[in-house]
């Protein structure tokens, strides 16, 4: 239960390592691209084999699954922008695709570290 836990926590640091590239000056859609397969490479090596603790960290782990996809989508969109307005608007959209992550990840590890606590 805790090495999920642990998973869980390490995949949301590939996250927020992911969101600082997109939120800095001059993000390189290049680099985004590289970064979302370490980060696709990880869910599928170290998370999709975990044995799930209950049927929500399933549904989570489901909806995670759809946004990485939805993300590569988004980051394939981003390098085909041309137009500056297109490009701000590309990188809100990841953006906030990884902030949704990021709260899946704190959903699934918040619960399970309030229950070790008691």
Not at 85 to 94: A, G, H, Y
Request: aromatic share 6%; charged share 25%; glycine share 0%.
């Amino acid at each position: 239960m805790y090495l999920n836990c642990d998973k869980y926590q390490e995949l949301a640091t590939f996250i927020n390592e992911l969101r600082t590239n997109v939120t800095t000056d001059k993000p390189n859609a290049e680099e985004l691209r590289l970064n979302l397969t370490k980060l696709q490479i990880f869910f599928l090596q170290q998370i999709i084999p975990l044995v799930d603790a209950n049927s929500q960290e399933q549904s989570y782990k489901t909806e995670i699954s759809k946004q990485l996809r939805l993300l590569e989508v988004d980051i394939m969109f981003l390098q085909g922008a041309k137009q500056l307005t297109t490009l701000q608007s590309r990188l809100k959209t990841i953006e906030e695709r990884l902030d949704t992550l990021i709260r899946y990840c704190q959903a699934i590890t918040q619960p399970m570290e309030a229950r070790e606590s008691k």
